[in-house]
């Protein structure tokens, strides 16, 4: 073996080690699952707590979802508050009639006089002054329960602890079909499962707002909305990210404390929500380890790839087949234990409709992940900044 080949050689085992390194991080997210699923049954949690929905449009949503909300299995008083974003459907005379099955219903409509506000960050603060109590659960029309208990779950978790003041659900994507919907599952299974194992030990960097347990006093101490009132998406992302610390949050896995989310699987939509996430994370603070190691899964993904290929084109132009078959040895065991632990990671975080196709495919999904998000950079750094704001009337 000559001095170049063994650079070669050596060069190649040190890529290929810190490859396998990163593929081991996957595992720390089934150990955190393990932990939440063989956690006590939950005690009876009796604090006072509402569960505000905001809703526009989505009348049809609301029927499915809103009974799952009113009829939880919670020892304690809750309220339900419907937030109408100046809904034109059948939303109103829906919530006005299951106001008479259900007491604890209530109806808060925003203004249409807002002129700067955007309209999430508008009901969610009408939501948050509404509220009757002090801890409040926030999420969506399209979202539901996967369980009964999915309440007592979130309560037992801030009772837990008296320095807790924001708690974290998981949020799973359903109704989707075809390749975009897989697409879509693969990648927020695959982002919440980064999202978790870095929120366990240095607390969150954003947030799903579809499965998040909020205090009314810490969002009123930081002025609510008030330094992004006219920013259209991410309100629940940028109040987390700022407001949330390792010690006054914690996680709520429990797998009867999920949510399920339905969402469109056009490509329009995805598009949407990948192009207005860059403008969110760009007013994101204490953003430079996370984003260091979400880069570090990404771009190693595609580095290892490419010095496989180049590795086995010098093998094979040099004719030096031992070492080419090393390489392929190499390359085949980081390919085995990628696709094994990334199947476990997956399969932990118990999403709905996750096929085995899915999972087979997982590899090159993740290739894929660094396509979308530089379509998505560059499709934002070319985009009017007007365009993620809300426009005075």
């Known amino acids: 073996m000559t001095q170049d080949e063994a650079i070669l050689l050596i060069a190649y085992f040190s890529i290929w080690l810190i490859a396998m390194l990163r593929n081991r991080e996957y595992l720390l997210f089934p150990k955190i699952m393990q932990e939440a699923g063989n956690a006590p049954a939950p005690h ?34 809750f309220e339900v508050i419907v937030v109408d974003m100046n809904s034109t459907d059948e939303t109103h005379q829906f919530v006005e009639q299951m106001q008479d099955l259900y007491p604890h219903l209530r109806l808060v409509t925003v203004p249409e006089s807002a002129r700067s506000v955007s ?26 329960p996967s369980s009964s208990r999915w ?3 979130m309560a037992q978790t801030f009772e837990a602890d008296d320095n807790i003041q924001i708690v974290l659900g998981l949020t799973h994507l359903t109704s989707l079909h075809g390749w975009r919907g897989m697409c879509c599952r693969f990648m927020q299974a695959w982002q919440q499962i980064i999202h978790t194992t870095w929120a366990k030990p240095n607390g969150p960097y954003r947030c799903l707002g579809t499965n998040l347990v909020y205090r009314r006093s810490l969002f009123f101490s930081h002025r609510g909305f008030a330094d992004h009132a006219n920013l259209l ?9 700022q407001n949330a610390t390792a010690a006054n949050t914690a996680l709520c896995l429990h797998p009867e404390a999920h949510m399920l989310q339905e969402i ?16 969110t994370r760009h007013h994101f603070r204490r953003t430079f380890f996370y984003r260091l190691r979400y880069f570090r899964h990404v771009s190693l993904t595609w580095f290892f790839t490419f010095a496989t290929v ?3 084109l010098v093998e094979v132009l040099l004719q030096h087949y ?72």
Not at 233 to 241: K, L, P
Request: charged residues 15%.
């Open 44 to 77: 009876a949690a009796y604090t006072p707590i509402s569960i505000i929905v905001t809703t526009h449009e989505q009348c049809d949503a609301l029927r499915r979802n809103l009974p799952i909300l009113l009829e939880q299995e919670y020892q304690g008083e």
């Open 119 to 144: 309209p999430m960050r508008l009901a969610l603060t009408l939501g948050m002054r509404s509220s009757a109590n002090e801890w409040n659960v926030l999420t969506t029309a399209e979202s539901r």
């Open 151 to 153: 309440l007592q779950h």
């Open 233 to 241: 998406a991410g309100a629940t992302d940028i109040m987390v990210n």
């Open 264 to 279: 469109s699987s056009s490509r329009r939509y995805w598009n949407q929500e990948r192009l207005f996430f860059m403008e």
């Open 310 to 312: 180049g590795a086995i």
């Open 322 to 393: 031992i070492l080419l078959a090393l390489i392929a040895v190499l390359w085949l065991a980081h390919l085995w234990q990628r696709h094994h632990h990334l199947r476990q990671a997956l399969w932990a975080t118990l999403t709905p409709k996750l096929s085995s196709l899915t999972i087979f495919l997982s590899p090159l999904l993740l290739h894929l992940v660094a396509i979308w998000d530089t379509q998505a950079w560059f499709r934002w750094s070319f985009s009017k900044k007007q365009t993620f704001q809300k426009k005075p009337l």
